[in-house]
C-alpha cells in the first residue's frame, strides 16, 4: 500500500518559508499516489532552479539535467521508453527563456511528456532577475529602469502549436492542482501544468494574496476553445485563469511510427551496430 511518505527522499526541503514550491511538491506527490504509481514507474527530470532542487527532495526515477534543457532530456526519454509516465520539472526562466526552443519542439511534437513549470515571473535561485514572464516594466535586480521586453505568451504558445494538453493552477490550491497534474499525465501527448506561485524572497509585489485576489477557477475540466482560451489568458492581470484551457485529441508523436506500436523503442532487438562502418559512411 503506497502512502505519501514513499516519494519522499531523507532530505527536507530548503526553499524558504512560504515559497509557492511547497505546494507543487505536495500536489505532484498526491498525483502519483492517486495514479499509484511507485517511485519506480515514474520518472520525474527536473531543471536548474529553485523549482530543480526538488531532485534532492522527491524519491523516484529522477534526472537532474542542465538549467534551460529538462524538456529535451525529457524528449529523449519518452522517445526511448514512451509508455512511462515522465514529468518534466523546471522554472518559467529555464523552460521559457533558455529552453524555449524545447518548449516550442514538444508542443509542435506533442511527445507523449508532461510538463510542469514553477512560475514566479523570476529567476529566483540566481536571487532574483527578470525571467520572460516578468511584465514589462517589471523592476528587477537585472533591470533596476524596469523590464523593456513585452512578456512570453507561454499557453498561447503552446495552443497555437496544438500541445496536447495546457492547463494552469495555482501553487497555494494544492487540491485542484492535484487534479490538474493527474489529468495532465493521463492525457496521450505534450500536457503543460502552468503554476503560479508567489516567490516571497524576491518577487515582493506578487504575494499570496496578491495571486488569491485575482486567481479564478475555469468550471469544468473539459477544455476551452482557441479563442475562448486566448480571450481568458488575455484578462491577465487583473484575472489569472487557471484549469483546462485547451485539450487536443491529436497522435502523440511516438504514435507517428508504425515500428513503435508494439513495443517501445528501448525493448527493441537492435542489430549489432559496426561502429567503424558507421563512422565511415559519415566521412
Ligand atoms: C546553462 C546555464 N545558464 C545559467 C545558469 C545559471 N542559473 C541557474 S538557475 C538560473 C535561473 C533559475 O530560474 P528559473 O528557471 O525561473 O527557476 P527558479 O529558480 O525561479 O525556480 C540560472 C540563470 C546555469 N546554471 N546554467
New binding site residues.
Given amino acids: 500500500m503506497l502512502t505519501l511518505n514513499d516519494y519522499n527522499s531523507r532530505i527536507k526541503p530548503s526553499w524558504c518559508p512560504g515559497c509557492g514550491n511547497f505546494g507543487i511538491w505536495g500536489a505532484l506527490k498526491n498525483a502519483l499516489l492517486k495514479q499509484n504509481l511507485s517511485k519506480d514507474d515514474v520518472c520525474l527530470l527536473y ?6 532542487n526538488m531532485a534532492d527532495f522527491v524519491h523516484t526515477y529522477g534526472i537532474h539535467t ?3 534543457r529538462v524538456i529535451s532530456v525529457a524528449m529523449g526519454v519518452s522517445i526511448a521508453n514512451h509508455q512511462f509516465p515522465i514529468v518534466a520539472i ?5 523552460i521559457y527563456g ?1 529552453g524555449v526552443e524545447h518548449f516550442i519542439t514538444a508542443c509542435r511534437a506533442n511527445v507523449n511528456i508532461t510538463a510542469i513549470v ?1 512560475n ?1 515571473s ?5 536571487t532574483g532577475q527578470k ?1 520572460p514572464l516578468a511584465a514589462k516594466g517589471k523592476k528587477t535586480k537585472s533591470t533596476p529602469h524596469g523590464v523593456v521586453e513585452v512578456p512570453f505568451q507561454p499557453l498561447k504558445s503552446a495552443i497555437i502549436h496544438d500541445a496536447g494538453f495546457v492547463a494552469r493552477g495555482f501553487g497555494a490550491d494544492i487540491p485542484y492542482l492535484t487534479e490538474l497534474i493527474t489529468q495532465a499525465m493521463q492525457h496521450k501527448g505534450f500536457s503543460l501544468v502552468e503554476v503560479l506561485q508567489p ?1 516571497p524572497t524576491f518577487n515582493k509585489d506578487m504575494s499570496v494574496q496578491w495571486y488569491l485576489e485575482r486567481v479564478k477557477k475555469l468550471p469544468t475540466f473539459d477544455g476551452l476553445s482557441e479563442k475562448e482560451a486566448f480571450e481568458k489568458v488575455d484578462e491577465a492581470p487583473d484575472s489569472l485563469v487557471t484549469g483546462v484551457l485547451y485539450k487536443s485529441e491529436r497522435p502523440a508523436y511516438h504514435e507517428h511510427f508504425p515500428q513503435l506500436q508494439q513495443v517501445p523503442l528501448l525493448g527493441q532487438q537492435i542489430e549489432t551496430v559496426h561502429i567503424e562502418r558507421l563512422i565511415n559512411s559519415f566521412i
Avoid at 47 to 52: A, E, N
Avoid at 90 to 94: I, K, M, S, T, V
Avoid at 122 to 126: I, W
Fill in positions: 531543471d536548474v532552479g529553485c523549482s530543480g542542465l538549467h534551460g523546471g522554472g518559467d526562466g529555464g533558455e514553477h514566479n523570476l529567476y529566483s535561485l540566481t525571467s516567490c
